[in-house]
């Protein structure tokens, strides 16, 4: 596999419309993880993330979320976002468009039952 480091100047004028970089003296990094909450790795990167005061996005997987749903509180208690990632980890190019939206939904539905359970005290 190949991945560039800097992106190319053709590529730039390929997508013209495209936002490639923004000047501020503010440095800023966007942390995003996927597929979690996993048992092990998730709390690992919580307390990780704990220990510098840094937030995240994790894009959760909603079956993970159903196995899992202490992470997937303790994930939104200390300020994390949380994305949909699907409920079984789909391939989105492998699978028809119909099957597709359905596990979005299907995710959508297990994040915001415990998402609302937890504030709920459940």
């Known amino acids: 596999m190949f991945y560039f480091v800097k992106t190319p100047g053709w590529l730039k004028k390929v997508y013209r419309n495209c936002i490639w970089s923004i000047n501020t003296a503010e440095k800023i990094i966007y942390l995003t993880f996927d597929d ?23 894009f959760c997987i909603g ?28 391939n989105g190019w492998k699978t028809p468009d119909a099957m597709y939206l359905q596990n979005i939904t299907e995710a959508k539905s297990i994040l915001i039952l415990i998402y609302f359970g937890h504030l709920m005290g459940g």
Do not use: C, Q, S, W
């Not at 996993?38 to 220990?51: A, Q, R």
């Not at 899992?68 to 409920?87: C, D, K, L, S």
């Open 36 to 58: 979690g909450p996993h048992p092990v790795i998730t709390p690992f990167v919580l307390d990780e993330l704990k220990k510098y005061n840094a937030k995240a996005t994790f």
């Open 63 to 90: 079956k993970n979320v159903a196995e899992h749903p202490g992470i997937f509180n303790r994930m939104v208690t200390e300020g994390h976002a949380a994305g949909n990632h699907t409920y079984n980890h789909l």
